[in-house]
């Protein structure tokens, strides 16, 4: 029902920025919780942040508080992630997803194909 496209990743250096973009195929969109997780090779699905439907309500996880920020335009069927602060173990392929307002991948019904973030030391 609903198509996510994430975009923005690449390499960057220990220390830089990126932001991610995560498009979204409707309107329906706007009714969905948004989250990012990222998988490093050989490890889980971690979670990141999430938003919810509003943006009235963000959280994140304990090792981006303070460096990543997420955010959404509704008016863009579109949701952010800004990447401050970079670190090498931050890298790995990062998702977003669509559903309720969980830190649980299982909690997700919608998911995007991932973009590689890769932070060099």
């Known amino acids: 029902q609903v198509q996510l496209l994430e975009s923005g990743g690449g390499l960057v250096q220990a220390g830089g920025s990126l932001r991610l973009s995560c498009a979204a195929s409707?309107?329906?969109?706007?009714?969905?919780?948004a989250a990012w997780f990222r998988q490093a090779p050989g490890k889980e699905r971690d979670f990141v942040a999430a938003?919810?439907?509003?943006?009235?309500?963000?959280y994140g996880a304990d090792s981006v508080k303070g460096r990543f920020t997420i955010s959404r335009n509704n008016a863009k069927n579109t949701v952010y992630l800004q990447m401050n602060s970079l670190k090498p173990e931050d890298t790995a392929v990062y998702y977003c997803?669509?559903?309720?307002?969980?830190?649980?991948?299982?909690?997700?019904?919608?998911w995007g194909q991932g973009t590689q973030v890769t932070v060099s030391s």
């Open positions: 938003i919810s439907w509003s943006s009235a309500h963000t």
């Open positions: 997803a669509a559903g309720r307002f969980t830190a649980t991948p299982d909690d997700y019904d919608y």
């Open positions: 409707g309107r329906t969109f706007r009714n969905y919780a």
